[in-house]
């Protein structure tokens, strides 16, 4: 797909009903399920300008980047169609990248498909009076006992979708995003030979609006308003593979990774916005594993603990509606806080055992 089912919710006038901004042209808008609103599952909404709702100034700026993007799908500034970077990405660094890690692929592999066909293996019903004889019974046949006979029973279909996605923000700049890249790439390699369902996306807030929204402060500028707003700054999600096609076809964007970053971090709502393309799914089973290297930062009328609390909210949210979501802490232990379910790899010799033994179970 294009990428534009993004599931962010964008909306063409402010927060607060100021002049100044534009309207979204109809190509600019992201397509919404509609059975996902965002934040509506624990908030009204009402925008009491104090922190007791997570409200953003507005959602009309945030962006979903493919490497299907038209090159001025976000208006002229060519700075805001980080797309075009994706599509430039060089399939001779991700093949560079996963042929230093085949070893420790490979073992991953070995690990994935092990806990795959324990799930898949099909099992024995016993005590039937026809089918195959049961070895264990030989005594009760030869006693008359018709009982000693089993069958097959056909396992369970293996249905399960997994979103990897990865905090790009300025703080991962360096090692943290080229350690986020290797484990991306290896855990996709992993899973493109499994029937398992998978895409990897991104997030921060790197994008701006200059020139869209002059003479209000907060979007592309150094001035907030202290208005009673939890977020200013547009969002950005990247779509480096995704779920309908094959890892060959993205090995372009997937080079690209480190090379993403820059901004703050809204985590809570990057994982709303991951959650609302994984809850379109028709899997049986959902997990999500976010790679982040600290906590959620970003201009926030209202403080760290608003920002906190607000993906401690998302991340119950989530995992209420049924989601595995564990944090992978990228030479951080900062994802404990937040995440029931976390792992923390500080090099790329951990993976194996840390992230695939999680994901195994």
Request: proline fraction near 4%; aromatic fraction near 8%; charge should be negative.
């Amino acid at each position: 797909g294009d990428g534009n089912t993004g599931g962010l919710r964008p909306h063409p006038s402010l927060g607060r009903d100021q002049k100044g901004g534009r309207k979204l042209k109809p190509d600019e808008a992201l397509e919404v399920d509609p059975t996902f609103i965002l934040q509506k599952s624990w908030s009204d909404m009402t925008h009491t300008g104090d922190e007791s709702h997570y409200v953003p100034m507005t959602n009309a700026f945030d962006k979903v980047h493919t490497q299907h993007d038209e090159p001025q799908k976000y208006g002229d500034y060519d700075g805001n169609n980080l797309g075009q970077e994706l599509k430039r990405g060089s399939v001779k660094v991700f093949d560079n990248r996963r042929n230093k890690m085949v070893g420790k692929i490979n073992t991953m592999k070995r690990k994935l498909e092990r806990a795959i066909m324990a799930q898949m293996e099909r099992e024995w019903s016993f005590g039937s009076t026809s089918g195959v004889l049961d070895s264990r019974r030989l005594t009760s046949a030869y006693n008359g006992n018709p009982y000693v006979w089993k069958n097959r029973d056909e396992g369970k279909e293996f249905s399960t979708a997994i979103t990897i996605l990865i905090d790009l923000s300025g703080s991962m700049s360096g090692k943290p995003a080229e350690l986020a890249m290797d484990v991306s790439i290896a855990l996709s390699e992993c899973l493109e030979a499994t029937p398992v369902a998978y895409e990897v996306l991104g997030f921060n807030n790197r994008t701006s609006e200059y020139g869209e929204l002059s003479g209000i402060s907060g979007i592309g500028g150094s001035r907030y308003s202290r208005e009673g707003y939890s977020r200013y700054e547009p969002l950005d999600i990247y779509v480096f593979k995704d779920f309908d096609g094959r890892l060959h076809e993205y090995r372009a964007p997937m080079a690209t990774i480190s090379k993403m970053v820059g901004g703050n971090n809204t985590d809570g709502e990057a994982l709303l916005g991951a959650y609302a393309r994984l809850a379109k799914r028709t899997e049986e089973r959902r997990i999500m594993l976010t790679l982040s290297d600290g906590y959620p930062a970003f201009h926030c009328d209202f403080g760290s603990r608003h920002m906190y609390q607000h993906l401690r909210d998302v991340i119950a949210y989530i995992t209420k509606k049924g989601v595995d979501l564990i944090g992978i802490g990228i030479d951080s232990d900062a994802v404990q806080q937040f995440y029931p379910k976390w792992q923390v790899i500080n090099d790329l010799s951990d993976l194996p055992k840390a992230t695939m033994d999680e994901l195994g179970k």
